[in-house]
């Protein structure tokens, strides 16, 4: 397989351009958490006409839920969830300039049409291997939602995290084309 | 009559639910190695390698395998000469229940349905009592993780659909699941009974060693075909293409009503967690 490509946050429209679907990456920089309850008050935000609590702009969201740390951890356990929950959301975030998602399984069509519209691109990291991704994790703090326990929002610093562009901005679909080459 | 006390079962069940979360069976590293040296996709080997790596990682720190602890779900085969002393059963399952996630460092999943308020410290739990013969107490402590039960199904099929509609229904099940449940999946079939024990059979069918098959021999046929036609669908490794969809499927069955073919299909993500111990 060809080598993974080095990414690092923030990225620019240029950045994900030139991500195409089964490239493997290794991501750096900050990246934030949020899930299900995460992403339904963010959106709330944008609707009420309000700011959010970090800048989106550029930046890339992890659908992760991460087990507690234990003593001399940075991060407990912390694999990607399953995306299709998000996809109600993920548009309104994409429009207010994410510029990347990393979860599991595959997304909506309005989601495409908002990551073409807008340039974002969506990573599939490794489900259940929590263990191994939170290696990556160098620093974890919550910045937003902490009585959301392990749906709060946290700033990530990571380095060499591992990812698979699943669904890029020119509308290609790994799970589609991945399954095509496969089936019998 | 044997009497065992309430608080010794929070202790063992405390620690199954740490060593369900931190070991993963060896059945199941054996089907990673076999699927990897199967495996046509570079992509799903690389995949299947990582999650190798992830559960050495977890075994060796003791930390869990995957975020998604899971819903604790606790099967008790209850022996009909074992007296609980101290408290009851139930009280002193969730109490284990409560402790193991607590002092494991495990996440808490659960919460309320409309609210979506945690319950904080992972309880309820399920519990499933079974009374058997004798003065034996089996705790059997399944973690369960919600991305693949999401992508479990109970339907009530017509006699007339047959084996034919059972097969198309579970393979199905499987195609819409694509990447969702964290293929390579293990795939639970319930045949039978009502609709809430077509649920529970396809459940205990998780419990089975990874790969094992149906005492029956037309069901462990029935098995093979299944495992076959889910992994000609090309799902592959987290739904990125390859031939290791499912890892397993293992049917249970029940006789049924004459009107009825209840079935239920309950998904596994690759880390089959249970762990089990014999009081």
């Known amino acids: 397989m060809a080598k993974p490509i080095n990414i690092s946050t923030p990225l620019s429209d240029q950045d994900v351009e030139n991500l195409k679907i089964g490239d493997e990456v290794l991501i750096n920089g900050v990246i934030y958490t949020g899930r299900d309850a995460a992403h339904k008050r963010l959106v709330d935000l944008i609707n009420e006409g309000k700011e959010l609590p970090f800048d989106i702009s550029g930046q890339i969201i992890y659908f992760v839920g991460p087990t507690p740390p234990k003593p001399g951890q940075v991060i407990g356990s912390a694999g990607p969830t399953t995306s299709y929950r998000m996809d109600a959301y993920s548009p309104y975030l994409i429009a207010r300039g994410l510029k990347g998602m990393i979860g599991k399984g595959a997304r909506s069509q309005e989601v495409v049409e908002a990551m073409k519209k807008y340039k974002c691109v969506y990573f599939a990291a490794i489900g259940g291997a929590g263990a191994l991704l939170a290696k990556s994790i160098k620093k974890a703090e919550v910045i937003a939602y902490e009585d959301l326990g392990p749906e709060a929002v946290r700033r990530l610093e990571v380095e060499s995290f591992p990812a698979i562009v699943a669904q890029d901005v020119y509308g290609n679909n790994l799970y589609v084309e991945g399954m095509k080459k496969y089936a019998r | ?279």
């Open chain 2, 1 to 279: 009559m044997r009497e065992i006390e309430a608080s010794y079962i929070s202790e063992k069940v405390k620690e199954l639910c740490m060593e369900a979360n931190y070991d993963l069976p060896e059945d199941v590293l054996l089907a990673f190695q076999e699927a990897k040296e199967a495996e046509e996709s570079p992509l799903g080997v690389s995949i299947l390698e990582q999650l190798q790596r992830n559960a050495e990682i977890a075994r060796n720190e003791r930390v869990p395998i995957c975020q998604d602890t899971g819903f604790g779900v606790v099967f008790v085969e209850l022996g009909e000469d074992v007296k609980i002393s101290g408290g009851s059963l139930k009280e002193a399952v969730t109490e284990g229940v409560r402790q193991g996630y607590g002092e494991g460092y495990l996440r808490k999943s659960i919460c309320h349905p409309f609210t979506r308020k945690n319950t904080g410290d992972n309880t309820p739990p399920i519990i499933h009592i079974d009374l058997v013969q004798g003065e034996e107490l089996k705790i059997i402590v399944a973690p369960k993780g919600g991305g693949s039960e999401n992508m479990s199904r109970v339907t009530m099929l017509k006699p007339s659909d047959g084996i034919e509609g059972i097969i198309d229904f579970v393979v199905n099940r499987v195609k819409e699941s694509g990447g969702n449940p964290c293929p390579p999946i293990i795939v639970g079939v319930g045949i039978g009974g009502t609709f809430e024990y077509a649920a529970l059979l396809a459940k205990k069918a998780l419990l089975r060693h990874v790969g094992s098959s149906n005492a029956d021999p037309e069901l462990a046929g029935l098995e093979k075909d299944i495992l076959n036609k889910i992994n000609d669908l090309g799902i592959g490794p987290m739904g990125l293409g390859g031939r290791t969809t499912a890892l397993a499927v293992h049917i249970e069955m029940y006789p049924c009503h004459i009107a009825s073919l209840p079935l239920a299909v309950n998904i596994n993500c690759h880390a089959s967690r249970h762990k089990e111990i014999s009081l």
